[in-house]
């Protein structure tokens, strides 16, 4: 069975859709542990319920990137995990893992990229008034939000539609997509 880690520093509402999948069995995975910069964060709680082990650092506790991200890789090595998701992880991910995971650490982004990379990409796109709203799955490199393109899904939002209902259809695009590139993209290739 596949080993993911999962990667989230906030809400975790992608890491909960992934999840949900895995108990349907619909998703042959198994995820062995969510990591964390954030430890209060709601994706803790949810890896709780779920008995999901949990990996939670605190960055400016370490002298470095590359020293929180060696025992992060050791980790994760440890526990055979061969795919890394990250889903809300607000951070830059380091040359470290970077090499240590190969083509093998993927983010979602609630935007049609290149467009809108960083926070608040649905707010930025929206402000700007585009036409189209979207969703990218890329491999990640050391860019943010960079990294060559595995899947996009777009749609034209109706008319007068607000910032809130454009981020629910934005969001719930977001749950059925990732899972998707995970099971065609990934969990297939095992
Ligand atoms: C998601 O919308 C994800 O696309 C975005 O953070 C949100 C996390 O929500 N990621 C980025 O903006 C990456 N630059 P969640 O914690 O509820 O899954």
């Given at each position: 069975m596949k080993k993911i880690a999962l990667f989230a520093s906030g809400n975790g509402s992608n890491f909960q859709a992934i999840v949900d999948e895995?108990?349907?069995?619909?998703?042959?995975?198994?995820?062995?542990?969510?990591?964390?910069?954030?430890?209060h964060c709601f994706a803790v709680e949810r890896?709780?319920?779920?008995?999901?082990?949990?990996f939670s650092f605190v960055p400016k506790n370490?002298?470095?990137?590359?020293?929180?991200?060696?025992?992060i890789a050791f980790y994760l090595i440890e526990k055979n995990v061969s795919l890394i998701v990250l889903a809300g992880y607000m951070r830059l991910v380091g040359e470290v893992l970077l090499t240590a995971f190969p083509n093998r650490i993927i983010n979602i982004h609630p935007t049609l990229?290149?467009?809108?990379?960083?926070k608040n990409g649905i707010k930025q796109a929206f402000d700007y008034g585009v036409k189209i709203f979207g969703v990218t799955v890329h491999y990640v490199d050391a860019g943010v939000d960079t990294g060559k393109i595995i899947a996009q899904e777009s749609f034209?939002?109706?008319?007068?539609?607000?910032?809130q209902e454009i981020e629910e259809k934005i969001h719930a695009i977001?749950?059925?997509?990732?899972?998707?590139?995970?099971?065609?993209?990934?969990?297939s290739l095992c």
């Open positions: 895995i108990e349907k069995g619909a998703l042959a995975a198994v995820i062995a542990v969510l990591v964390t910069d954030k430890p890896a709780r319920k779920h008995n999901i082990p949990v370490y002298p470095s990137k590359d020293e929180y991200e060696r025992e990229l290149p467009a809108f990379p960083g034209k939002p109706e008319e007068n539609e607000t910032l977001e749950y059925q997509l990732y899972v998707k590139v995970i099971r065609e993209h990934f969990v």
